[in-house]
């Protein structure tokens, strides 16, 4: 049959449709309890929003629709399936993952971030991941500690 008595575009336009998979980082894939829940929200909202786009008539309007829902759940999925769940740390004695830790740089800001998995990491509200060179540098680190980054220098004030 002729492409002129389909509804659907070329094979190409198909192609185009299907975003390449979003880059999973390299490394153990660590989540906090709560991060392994908000992967869990992600994976339901990219089914919820995947079903519903296959729910268009039109054939190229849904895989337009589609296409980033199924991006997602390919993701989401993965990172479901490598989610390494660490339990909260049992001292505060060292910054560890899933620690707040606050820190105060050689210019005086103060800054205080809680070290998280990469998905759940969300430096504008507090949350760095641990795989961040800030995060890597003061892992293992105590109060009063002075650590390196670069030409900067963090002096670690607080855990908890």
Do not use: W
Not at 1 to 9: L, R
Not at 43 to 57: F, Q
């Amino acid at each position: 049959m002729s492409v002129a008595f389909t509804k659907e575009d070329s094979a190409e336009t198909a192609a185009e449709t299907m975003l390449p998979d979003r880059p999973i980082p390299d490394g153990p894939n660590l989540v906090t309890e709560p991060g392994l829940r908000a992967l869990e929200r992600h994976l339901s909202a990219a089914r919820a929003a995947y079903d519903a786009a296959m729910t268009i008539e039109d054939v190229n309007e849904r895989r337009r629709q589609a296409a980033n829902p199924f991006r997602d759940l390919r993701y989401f999925t993965e990172r479901l399936r490598t989610a390494q769940v660490v339990p909260a740390p049992a001292s505060a004695e060292r910054v560890s993952f899933g620690c707040t830790v606050r820190f105060e740089r050689q210019d005086g800001r103060v800054q205080t971030y809680r070290i998280v998995g990469e998905d759940e990491a969300d430096p504008a509200s507090g949350s760095i991941s641990f795989a961040s060179p800030i995060a890597r540098v003061l892992l293992g680190r105590e109060v009063g500690d002075v650590v390196s980054l670069g030409e900067a220098e963090l002096e670690v004030i607080a855990i908890s």
